[in-house]
């Protein structure tokens, strides 16, 4: 798997497609800022309109694996909480984690077009 | 461990521990590797959004953890096996490719294989420890489901925790905008009107429930349509000329024909076009209309000629702005009322000239409120009984456990270490408690359709009920929660065994016996008291029950068949009304096997469904003594009413044809309204002011229990229909022998013929509309027997199975006792004050544990307080005698001791 962090070629980024959808939000919560564990927990809540809610144990399980896979890495422990005592991991996409969640949204917007074509869903969205 | 917050009691120390419980689901590996992560991102979550939300918040919080921790904590150890399996592979046949960790999991898996066996060696004592939980895990399940589906589930709207509901059940449509125009703490606020319409233009004409909402009202709910569109603003028009059918209403009257959209009927005369039809999985707000609409018509509550203040109509809720709290609301409507006390006095102040208050509460809470209390009591009495099988079960373990002392002893003896032992007792705990878990959980299924074809239909939201994931979680921890509770007095045992006692070749300590003796005793004593607590209960509610039953009604519902017509909403004058009327009853009577019928505004029992007019209410006065009565209800009749109800004359006689031109106007009173007003002395022949009008008394009857038979006392007045026929609807009564299938059409084809525009609606017997006012006590009354029988059986054969075993425990002592002379018949006295005394202290902690909850019975109580001595003497009656029942034959074996088989052995 070490290969995907060394070589992040194209092939490399279709083997992970289709993107499980868990992971997706992750890696989409991740672009615009580093997160830690609850960060990633409220803004996927918040993303998803309240229908995903991830518990803490599966959602550190699947960020294990991510970083593993060399879609995340864990970028530093900071000290949080009033006494400054509490320590949290934050997360962040790595160069891979980006091409791969980019991927899986242009899937994604390939599949809403088709919908649209079909006229399963309207155009404006609704 | 979250040590830093203060507090009484560190409620995230203890959720952080259950958390970790929950996180042994997961494989060791994501354990060990992520663990403190974990349980960071769990502390910032819980204390974030769980900690200080609500209860239901929490239950639901703990019940989806603990669903999606088994379910991913199921993948994760699936996942590491599967990586464990190729590393192994790679290391080759000889590599140590064994995790450490491993050895544990073997030990568990062995000590589950030896548990398993134990229990399958001892059929019977498994069986019915397994039966035992399985009928107090389903009890328990089936009315959770029942909680968790009413009051538990959030309702199906947007926002629906910011949904309030507004206002003593109607107000008018002037304060309705009224409200609107001030009440800054709601951003929404919408009216429904339900009523009763008829409809023609779609096969005979019929009455049907209809509702008409404000403009806001299917955004507010989030409602969809499901064919065609709902409500725009252009049909906000004054007469509506567009109306949206129910999907029940789609599928009941078009067969789920598309074609209904588009169609025109006719609703009180009036055209209407169908133009959508709402979305099949749109739930009513019950709390806003008790009756399923099957026609939405718009209603303008701007339209001038609506504004009519004294028209209490509308039915209310509103959306709180987003951060307003529900006291910011309630103030503001307090002031609000105060205003519009003064501004617009009619609807809006009481009798004695003060406001009228408004009432807000949650939508939930309005639609679920009147049955929270019983529930939560129903509940409340399953849990004591899930204690009882508990308890029963701990017991058997602990009887159990001293048969299995030699064997725990020599396991210590022989290395075994104390946790090991204590776990091992555990492990069989918990799989009897998962057992019957399993089997509890099947039988809440079955159990929860015969639950609600008993539940009376007034029980609000029964759609939502079902046996779905977060009940099977609850039966998950219920179990797990029993297992520990009932195993771990025998697994504490399991880890202290007295090796040199338990080894020592027939011993029989007599000080260990005692120890254990005196813990089961415990037991059973708590056995005990909670069932006098579920029989005071069952007891209060049969009494209940009884007195309902047997409350003088006066009047006989047998034999009569009620109906009720409706004229409409623009009905005929008075006149023709009444000739409607015994133009009606002249068919009926036509009939052979009719013994009499007669037509009034109300029938008993028939009055306070939600829209109609019940009743004509007024002041009495009595023009020489003064005496007054407010709310006097007048009910105009016909001749035949009383003969036909069966009422009884107490004094005078009953009204007659005569009577239609009698001036001043002739009625009959009712017991209640003659004591009121003439205090004793005969008022027959005498004359009394109804609001405006001079009556003469002709005669007084017995009470009628017009409202049911809880709401006794109303002031009551008849008189002839002919003289005021004032509602919007009329009722009639046929007396007959005649069954209702055959009377029932043809009152129908009576009706259609002297008026085809009247629909005749709810055909029913007077006996059924009597037998609906006592669904619910008999509901209770059921579930209460149920649950009080079932513990007393339970409590009955704890004692006496616990009874049997003692002897059997003691068969040695007795022997030496009799052998030194002791007479069988004091023997058997030893054991029966054994178990007396055992019934004695259980009774005497149930009564008072009794008394100290009787304030919860206390909403559905009638005719009984909640410390009605008798139930109590009752209860204790039956626990002595039934405890005496369950030593007795424990006490003859005991007494047939034979001295010579124990001095031999000896």
Redesign the interface.
């Known amino acids: 798997m070490e290969r995907y962090v060394a070589h992040p070629d194209e092939s490399a980024v279709e083997s992970f497609l289709p993107l499980n959808p868990n992971d997706y939000l992750i890696l989409f919560s991740l672009t615009d800022q580093e997160r830690h564990g609850y960060g990633l927990v409220k803004h996927i809540g918040e993303v998803s309109g309240g229908t995903v809610t991830l518990d803490p144990a599966n959602l550190h399980r699947t960020l294990k694996r991510m970083v593993k896979q060399g879609l995340i890495i864990d970028a530093q422990v900071k000290a949080t909480g009033e006494t400054g005592h509490e320590r949290r991991r934050y997360y962040a996409v790595t160069k891979l984690g980006r091409q791969v969640a980019a991927a899986e949204a242009t899937r994604m917007r390939q599949l809403t077009r088709r919908a649209e074509a079909h006229r399963l869903i309207s155009r404006s969205g609704a | 461990m979250s040590a830093?917050r203060g507090g009484l009691v560190p409620a995230p120390a203890m959720a952080e521990w259950t958390?970790k419980f929950?996180?042994r689901a997961?494989s060791p590996n994501?354990r060990s590797?992520?663990c403190d992560?974990?349980?960071?991102?769990?502390r910032?979550?819980y204390v974030?959004e769980v900690y200080n939300a609500g209860l239901v918040r929490k239950v639901r919080f703990w019940c989806?953890?603990a669903f999606?921790?088994a379910r991913?904590?199921l993948t994760?150890r699936a996942d590491a096996r599967r990586a464990s399996g190729t590393r192994q592979q790679r290391s080759g046949p000889h590599g140590s490719g064994r995790d450490p960790r491993d050895g544990r999991t073997v030990t568990i898996l062995s000590d589950l294989r030896y548990a398993v066996r134990t229990l399958v060696r001892k059929p019977v004592f498994a069986l019915t420890a397994v039966g035992m939980l399985a009928l107090g895990i389903g009890a328990t399940t089936t009315i959770f489901s029942l909680v968790d589906g009413v009051l538990l589930t959030a309702l199906p709207y947007p926002d629906q925790h910011r949904l309030m509901f507004l206002g003593d059940p109607a107000i008018s449509i002037p304060n309705l905008n009224a409200w609107r125009d001030n009440a800054t703490s709601f951003d929404e606020m919408v009216g429904l009107w339900g009523r009763d319409q008829i409809a023609t233009g779609t096969g005979d004409a019929e009455v049907v429930p209809t509702a008409w909402v404000t403009r806001d009202f299917f955004p507010l709910f989030g409602a969809r349509p499901s064919v065609g569109r709902l409500l725009t603003e252009d049909d906000f028009t004054l007469t509506p000329q567009v109306t949206v059918l129910s999907y029940g209403g789609w599928q009941r009257i078009w067969g789920g024909d598309r074609s209904a959209v588009g169609s025109t009927i006719n609703l009180d005369g009036n055209p209407v076009v169908i133009v959508g039809v709402l979305d099949r999985v749109f739930e009513v707000p019950e709390a806003m209309t008790e009756r399923r609409p099957e026609y939405w018509l718009p209603l303008d509550a701007r339209a001038p000629s609506l504004q009519l203040p004294g028209r209490l109509i509308l039915t209310v809720a509103g959306r709180l702005v987003g951060g307003a709290t529900v006291e910011q609301a309630r103030e503001q409507m307090a002031t609000i009322a105060q205003r519009l006390a003064v501004e617009m006095p009619q609807g809006n102040t009481r009798r004695d000239g003060s406001p009228r208050p408004i009432p807000v509460v949650s939508l939930l809470d309005a639609t679920v409120g009147a049955v929270r209390g019983p529930m939560l009591a129903v509940l409340g009495a399953v849990t004591l009984l899930l204690l009882i099988a508990c308890s029963n079960v701990a017991n058997l373990l602990l009887a159990r456990g001293t048969e299995r002392e030699r064997e725990l002893a020599l396991r210590a003896a022989l290395g075994a270490s104390r946790s090991r032992l204590a776990g091992q007792v555990l492990l069989e705990s918990l799989i009897i408690a998962l057992a019957g878990g399993a089997l509890g959980a099947l039988a809440a299924v079955g159990g929860l359709d015969a639950m609600k074809a008993i539940l009376p239909s007034a029980v609000p939201r029964l759609d939502t009920v079902h046996v779905d994931l977060p009940v099977l979680a609850f039966a998950l921890l219920v179990s797990v929660g029993t297992g520990i509770l009932f195993g771990s007095a025998p697994a504490l045992r399991g880890m202290r065994p007295d090796l040199n006692v338990a080894l020592r070749e027939g011993s029989l300590s007599a000080t260990g016996t005692r120890r254990r003796m005196s813990l089961r005793n415990a037991i059973l004593v708590t056995e005990v008291a909670l069932t006098v607590v579920l029989l005071v209960g069952g007891g209060l509610l049969f009494n209940t029950f009884v007195r309902l039953m047997a409350v003088d009604k006066g009047f006989d519902p047998d034999n009569t068949l009620v109906a009720r017509v409706s004229f409409g909403t623009r009905p005929p004058e008075g006149t023709q009304k009444a000739l409607f009327a015994s133009q009606v009853l002249d068919r009926v009577r036509a009939t052979p096997e009719v013994r009499t019928a007669a037509a009034a505004v109300l029938f008993p029992f028939g009055a306070g469904r939600e829209g109609t007019m019940c009743c004509w209410a007024g002041t009495v006065e009595h023009p020489e003594t003064g005496a007054s009565q407010d709310w006097v209800i007048a009910n105009p009749v016909t001749v035949d009413y009383f003969v036909t109800l069966g009422a009884e004359l107490l004094r005078g006689r009953f009204l007659s044809e005569s009577d239609a031109t009698g001036d001043p106007l002739r009625v009959v009173i009712n017991e209640t309204l003659a004591r009121n007003i003439f205090a004793g002395t005969d008022g027959v022949g005498q004359t009394i002011r109804f609001r405006e009008l001079e009556v003469m008394v002709v005669g007084i009857v017995a009470d009628v229990a017009n409202f049911g038979v809880t709401r006794p006392g109303f002031n009551n007045f008849y008189l002839l229909y002919e003289q005021a026929p004032i509602t919007s609807e009329i009722e009639f009564a046929v007396r007959t022998d005649l069954p209702m299938s055959v009377i029932g059409p043809r009152l129908r084809s009576i009706v259609r013929e002297a008026n085809p525009a009247y629909p005749l609606q709810e055909i029913t017997t007077m006996a059924a509309r009597v037998g609906q006012y006592r669904a619910v006590p008999k509901f209770y009354t059921i579930i209460a027997a149920i649950f009080a029988l079932t513990s007393l059986a339970l409590a009955l054969g704890g004692v006496y199975g616990s009874m049997l075993y003692a002897v059997g425990q003691r068969t040695r002592e007795f022997g030496i006792r009799m052998a030194l002379g002791a007479r069988a018949a004091r023997v058997t006295r030893m054991v029966l004050r054994n178990g007396l005394a055992i019934g004695g202290i259980g009774l005497a902690v149930g009564l008072a544990g009794a008394v100290a909850l009787s304030r919860i019975m206390e909403s559905v109580l009638f005719g009984v307080t909640p410390t009605d001595p008798i139930t109590y003497v009752a209860v204790g009656t039956v626990v002595l005698g039934a405890a005496s029942v369950a030593s007795l034959v424990p006490a003859l074996k005991a007494s047939r001791a034979d001295p010579m088989t124990t001095l031999r052995t000896e």
Do not use: V
């Open positions: 830093r958390y929950f996180l997961y994501t590797e992520c992560d974990i349980l960071a991102t769990f910032d979550l974030a989806h953890t999606s921790m991913d904590g994760d």
